[in-house]
């Protein structure tokens, strides 16, 4: 799991009632002068992105979400495995670059397997800089507005990374980050799903992220995106467990349509909603105070998208 560059409002300067000229201060029935007064107004940001983008041999896939992107302002989410073949530094400038890296500076970025051909993940580190967090992590988080956003390294079996159950290293984070946002509304992306209808399972489940799935699922986390599997879908509020929590669940939508290819999916895992495997596409997220709406936009003459909204579950309840 920005996904995704943080945005600042300034309002305007205060006004102030002035006398007419021709009105001695004095008896001025604007003497007390207030500034005047604006409601409130929620920031609303944009959040969008895919995973498994660019390929040098395949560019149009890549191509074609990159003209989405374009016209989308916002923070982008690149959910890992953004350069193919191996992520190396070369095919980040080659491949990625003229397609998504067009949109660079407001990219937060998450590692995929294939940024780990090499084993540290050289490339990737050196095209992102302090972008994708501390080197040789690649987990991170970052604000915008109101909603607390987390970039996860799934690849928990890593050299160096020290795995994703508990006591580990991004686990202990993950708690402390968790702990210090008591009230934010929570997005997580990474490259790995937990639930998945791929249709290979050995390449779509990844029960090895269910420690921090639970520990998004305590701090009663709204979402988490994920890539890998090159198809979309969409599950229903759900425990780490798998079972349906309309109240306090997590929404996973799986987006691995940046433009590398298309994976077939298998038969629908429980609470599976929607699912699409021939369209690639982004998910756009538009993050208001207390509440969410999701959009997967397609590439141009593609018809599928899906669209819906949520609530925070940290949102205050009315009295």
Known sequence: MAVLAILAHCGPAPVFAQAPPSISPKHSPQLKRKALKKKPQGQTFVLVGAGDIASCK????????????????????????????????????????????????????????????????????????AQAGPTGKGYYSFDLGGWHVIALNTNCYARGLGGCGAGSPQQTWLKADLASHPNACIVAYGHHALFSSGFFKWHAL??????????????????????????????????????????????????????????????????????????????????????????????????????????????????
Do not use: M
């Open 206 to 319: 990844h029960p090895e992220l269910k420690q921090l799935w639970q520990d998004l699922y305590a701090a009663h986390a709204d979402l988490v995106l994920a890539g890998h599997e090159h198809s979309y879908e969409r599950f229903a509020a759900q425990d780490p467990d798998g079972n349906a929590a309309p109240e306090h669940g997590i929404r996973e939508i799986v987006v691995g349509t940046g433009g590398r290819s298309h994976g077939l999916l298998g038969f629908a895992t429980p609470n599976s909603e929607v699912r699409n495997w021939e369209t690639f596409g982004v998910l756009k997220l538009t993050l208001l105070p207390g509440k969410y709406i999701w959009e997967f936009i397609p590439e141009e003459g593609k018809t599928f998208r899906d669209t819906g909204s949520g609530v925070c579950h940290n949102q205050p309840k009315a009295n």
């Open 58 to 129: 395949e560019p149009e896939g890549a191509r074609a979400t990159a003209k989405l992107i374009e016209k989308i302002p916002g923070t982008v989410f690149a959910a890992g495995d953004l350069a193919y073949e191996s992520g190396s530094q070369d095919e980040f400038e080659s491949c990625y670059g003229p397609t998504w890296g067009r949109f660079k500076d407001r990219t937060r970025p998450a590692l995929g397997n294939h940024e780990y051909v090499n084993p540290t993940a050289h490339g990737y580190f050196e095209y992102w800089g």
